[in-house]
């Protein structure tokens, strides 16, 4: 684990393990109303640089559970969860991987409403060290290679639901994450707008060599990424082993060090 450091009241990010797996969940369980519901059971799975990972299951099985507990949303109440190697045991050893390293989509896109598609990315550039300029121009690019130039100022009650999740989905890589976590993207859109989110997703993928880590109902979805993983009441039934693609990924803010940023 990183040093705590008094004046930000945050740990620095921890430092990474040569080799290791970007994530990996030990024995993992997570429970809730004191045991009476399982969400998951004893999951051990570890996630490569550079992966192309779909997650199915039916609805209950422990899906978003998997996401939250991998993006540093949540902790287990028994295994571990290592990030680059350590050990995470708290939601506060997340503070400076989570949002940064990882980015995070979900069904429901969670736009704040009363900001604009660019001001909802610029968010998440907050605190990161670059200029408002830097922030807004690293903003439209992403909304752009999102396919969404002509509606950046548009508030999100007026953007289409797929136009809301390319929003979301530009936001969620805008720290250039290695790791992009995408919780049932295409659940709320019609198959031409899920179509277009999914392949927005792939195109991410493999042009910036993060790993995505896909939770659909969609079988077809599935397939289309290199490894396939379901689960079943709260445990993984069927594993298809680890993605060819997967590459080594040495650096951990990629952002500040494509900006030049000091650490
Ligand atoms: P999925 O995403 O596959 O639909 P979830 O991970 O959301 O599954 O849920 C797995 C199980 O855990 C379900 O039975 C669900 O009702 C339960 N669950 C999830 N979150 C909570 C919570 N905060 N409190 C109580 N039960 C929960
Ligand atoms: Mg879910």
């Known amino acids: ?13 921890p430092q990474p393990h040569q080799g290791a797996p970007l994530v990996r969940l030990e024995k993992v369980s997570r429970t809730f109303d004191d ?39 949540d902790v287990p109440t028994a295994g571990r969860v290592y990030w680059r190697g350590n050990a995470m045991t708290s939601l506060s050893s997340w503070s400076r991987v989570r949002g940064i390293e990882i980015g995070v989509v979900f069904q429901d896109y969670l736009l704040l409403p009363t900001l604009t598609a660019i001001e909802n990315v610029e968010m998440a550039l907050i605190g990161r060290g670059l200029s408002a300029s830097l922030r807004r121009r690293r903003s439209a690019e992403l909304l752009e290679q999102a396919g969404l130039e ?34 049932e993207p295409t659940g709320n859109l019609d198959s031409a707008n899920a179509r277009a989110v999914a392949d927005l997703l792939f195109k991410i993928q493999s042009a ?8 659909t109902h969609d079988g077809a979805l599935a397939a289309r990424c290199s ?21 080594p990924c040495a650096s951990t803010d990629r952002l500040r060090q494509e900006a030049g940023a000091r650490p």
């Open 1 to 13: 684990m990183g040093d705590f450091n008094p004046v930000t009241n945050e740990t620095a990010s």
């Open 208 to 215: 910036e060599g993060a790993a995505l880590v896909l939770v």
């Open 227 to 247: 490894r396939t993983v379901r689960i079943m009441d709260g445990a993984i039934v069927d594993d298809s082993g680890v993605d060819p693609g997967a590459r």
């Open 35 to 73: 045991g009476a519901v399982v969400a998951l059971r004893d999951v051990d799975l570890a996630i490569q640089p550079g992966e192309c990972v779909g997650v199915l299951g039916p609805s209950g099985s422990g899906k978003s559970s998997l996401i939250q507990i991998m993006g540093g949303c």
């Open 150 to 183: 002509a509606r950046m100022n548009h508030l999100p009650y007026a953007l289409s639901g797929g136009e809301r999740q390319r929003v979301a989905i530009a936001r969620s890589i805008a720290n250039r994450p290695v790791l992009l976590l995408a919780d």
